[in-house]
Each structure stands twice: as C-alpha cells, then as structure tokens.
C-alpha cells in the first residue's frame, strides 16, 4: 500500500441557518397543488429536503482535479453537467447568454409584479448587505403567509419559490434574499449559474486548501449520490474516504436513464468545452470527458486532451474573459445521439490508462485500497462444450427448449383467437340486440300515433284519472 502523496484540508460548506431552514420547510406543508408548483418551478422541494451529509462533500473534494475541473479517483473521473443538473433541477438549460454578476439590476415594480406584490410593499424593505440590495427572509416570509391566508395560491407559491433561490439555491447572507438571486429567480434559468458555482467556488476554495465552499450543497450531494452504489443491505460505517478508493469504475452508477436528453451541450463559440459564468467568476469543463455519464462509450484519443482550463474572478479580469464567455453562448454547439456514438459505459483502455497516469500525476489524498488497472474486465460469456458428444447433447437440449416455447407461443396464440372470436360474437350480439330494441322502439311510437289520432285527448284523460281522487279514497 503506497504513502499518501497529498494532503487533505478540512473545507466548510456553507448551508442555510436551521432556523430559516425549519421555517422555511413549515411553509411549503402550506402548498395545496404539489405539482402546480413543481410545473412552474421544478424540484425545488426535493432541493429543500435534502439532507446534506457534509462529510461526503468534504471527502470529495480532497478529489478535485485542478488541471481538468473534475473529480480524478484511482481509475475513473466524475463531472457534474449541465445536463444532470438540469434533471436534479426540474428546470431546462435555456439557450441563451446565462447570468453574470455585472448585469443591470431589475427595476422594483417587475420583481413586485413577479412576486404579485405591490411596488410600496418592497419599496422600503430592501436592504444593502455585502454590497447588494437585500430582502429580508422574514419578511418574505411573512407575505407567503399572508398570500396563503387569502388563498392566494399563485401568489403563494411565487414568493416560496423566491425563498428557495435566496436561501437554499444562492445563498449568501443568512436570512436574506439578495438581488441576485433575485436576478435568477426572474430568468427561470438557474441551472448553467449552479453549476459554475459548484465548480468555481471549489477550485477556488482548494487552490487555497482552506476557506468555505459557496455553492448549492444539497444539489451537489444529490448529484454525486445518484452515481454512488446503493448497498442493498444496512452499510457498514466505513470512512467515505475508505470507500471512494475502494469502490471500481464498475461499481459506479455512470447513467441515470432519467437523465437521458436528445442532445447535450458540448462547447460553446471558439472554446473548445463549455464556459460557465457564476456569482464571483468563470469557470469552464469538458463534456468531452463526460460520456460515459450521459451513456455513450468512452473512446478518446489523447490528441483530444487539448482542452481549455479558464479559470478567473471578475474582480481580476484583466484579460476580459467575462465578454469572452458571454460571447460564446451565442453559438452553442450541441450533440445529439448520432454524434455521440454507441450506447455503453465502457471506457477505451487508453483512455483508462491516461486517467490512472493523470492520477499518479496528481497524487491521491488517501491511501489506496486495491489494484488499479487499464485493462476492461470483459462480460464473461457461457463456456462452450468441449467435445462433439457435449455440442449434441447442448444442441438436444436447445431443440427441447425451442419446441417447448413453440408449443407455448402456438397455446397462447390459439388462447388469444378464441378471445377474440368471442369478442366478434358479442360484439355482434349487442349490434343485433340494439337493432331489435330500435326497431321495437319505432313500433311503439307507431301505435302511440295511431291511438293518438283514434282517440284525441286520450293521454290527458290518462292523466287526469292518475292525479285525480280515487273512488276507494272518497268519503
């Protein structure tokens, strides 16, 4: 067992405060259409439920790749994507030049229009707070009750929805809710500006080795929990930091069908992977790295490692990277299923073996728990017989099996004739059945007709008789 070549940090996730948390989960009991609300605004329930174990996320980013903006484990790589934090989301990657921190900020009658509020309500609350103008969670708080009260349904739900963003989403100051978040809430376009949070705030915070992580945790803990086996059985308390270098790559859970789109976002303009813009800087990664979690077979040559790696805060961009992003998701290039080629989370040997190189390059923080190896453990196939007596005894046996699922196919194909020629029977019966009742129907109106016409007022002397006194009741 080798030494350990890197050292491990201790890293803080920043998490809403229990109090905003509890009161803020109390609100949502309040929704009366569970799904109107998760039509209009995704999952953000299942966000606000999450338990965050902080110990996995602090375990996985000891595993950071600063080189490829990634997660490099012993023999395999992990990439959150726009594509699966859109489907944790609930919510679409627009096509469209996502949020940057230096853009204009809304004017107070369209989030008080947002939020079915009026102008004077907000006017006043708003509150400078690590130099951004803040709404006040409490307040917030207290018109989502007020909507709910007044069964406001829409109303309701808006301003819960803007809690999530500002709390659990984007949070920055505890108990507020800051006009970026604000900012996002009215684009309905959170995704691409999460997921360079995730990145940006942990490259930053390790290139550093200390510092807390500002990103949305419970989405981050969602993500790398969907790729992680699920044992079957209680688990035993085994360190994360034990299990992430014993598990293999075919212990990992690569494709979530759910996740499954027409196409994905491979790179955008003149770069050749995909820049994201976020709430302190850009940050750019590869889905070119990525394809076994979207379930296409990894085969990459190395001639395709020549990858942009930006990385920059916006307080120190001298060079003008932010226009430089922006400009690039003009031209978004997309690939679809044609492109991406055969279905499969098997990884080419030599991409396996670059992955163990870049591995050793980087150092791993933990010490190693197995042999690690490029070569593909091939699905193991059935053992051919081993003399002509064996193939005519497999070949009887084969014949014997296809007779009998003939006889079973031909049984149930004569089970399924019958249904049917009962079905044609019955159908024709209820056909003839309607055909006489139509015609015993024209008959009667027929004789009605005719006694109407011998005998005319007969049916209002009928009636007369039925609501008149009768003899037996006279005194």
């Known amino acids: 067992m080798e030494v350990v070549g890197r050292r491990t940090h201790g890293y803080k996730f920043k998490v809403p405060d229990a109090e905003s948390l509890e009161s803020l989960r109390s609100l949502t009991k309040m929704l ?12 953000l329930l299942d966000i606000l439920k999450t338990k965050v174990d902080v110990m996995l996320l602090n375990t996985l980013v000891q595993f950071y790749d600063p080189i490829y903006h990634g997660f490099t484990f012993p023999d395999f790589q992990l990439f959150p994507t726009l594509e699966e934090y859109s489907h944790w989301v609930g919510l679409p990657v627009l096509v469209e030049v996502p949020f940057h921190a230096f853009g204009p900020f809304p004017r107070i009658p ?41 069964s406001k349904t829409e109303d309701f739900e808006s301003i819960l929805a803007l809690l999530i963003y500002g709390i659990v989403l984007f949070l920055k100051v505890d108990k507020f809710v800051d ?7 009215l684009t309905q376009n959170p995704v ?39 044992p079957k059985i209680r688990p035993e308390p085994i360190p994360w930091s ?23 976002i491979d790179s955008c303009g003149d770069f050749n992977n995909v820049p994201l813009l976020g709430m302190r800087g850009g940050i750019s990664y590869s889905p070119i790295l990525v394809r076994r979690q979207f379930g296409y077979y990894m085969e990459m040559k190395l001639v395709y490692l020549i990858l942009d790696r930006d990385f920059f805060l916006y307080k120190k961009d001298d060079a003008n990277q932010r226009v ?12 679809d299923r044609n492109q991406l080629g055969k279905k499969s989370v098997i990884a080419h040997e030599v991409y396996v073996q670059w992955v163990i190189d ?36 497999q070949l009887d046996i084969e014949r014997r099996e296809k007779s009998i699922w003939e006889m079973k196919y031909h049984k149930k194909e004569q089970e399924c004739d019958t249904l049917k020629n009962l079905l044609d029977q019955k159908i024709l019966a209820n056909r003839q059945e309607k055909d006489e009742n139509t015609k015993l129907s024209a008959a009667l109106q027929k004789k009605e007709d005719f006694l109407d016409k011998i005998y005319p007022g007969r049916k209002k002397r009928c009636m007369d008789l039925f609501y008149g006194p009768h003899p037996d009741f006279v005194e």
């Open 192 to 230: 691409p500006v999460l997921l360079a949070d995730t990145y940006f705030a942990i490259h930053d915070r390790t290139s550093q080795g200390k510092g807390t992580i500002v990103c949305c945790a419970p989405l981050l803990h969602r993500w790398i929990t969907s790729h992680l086996p699920r």
């Open 358 to 393: 870049l591995a050793n390059k980087l150092k791993m923080p933990y010490p190693r728990q197995r042999i690690v190896t490029s070569t593909v453990p091939a699905i193991p196939l059935p053992l051919p017989p081993e003399s002509l007596e064996g193939y005519q005894k």
């Open 242 to 264: 034990q299990k992430l270098m014993t598990w293999t790559p075919r212990d990992i859970d690569w494709f979530n069908p759910a996740c499954d789109s027409e196409y994905i």
């Open 110 to 150: 369209t989030i008080a229009k947002a939020l079915h509020l009026e102008v004077a309500d907000i006017k006043d609350k708003f509150t400078p707070k690590d130099g951004l103008p803040c709404l006040p969670y409490n307040f917030l708080h207290q018109k989502a009750t007020t909507c709910f009260e007044k």
């Open 324 to 335: 430089q992003f922006e400009k690039a998701w003009y031209s978004i290039v997309k690939k």
């Open 179 to 185: 006009m970026n978040a604000i900012r996002i809430f």
């Open 32 to 43: 009366k259409n569970l799904g109107h609300f998760r039509d209009r605004y995704g999952n």
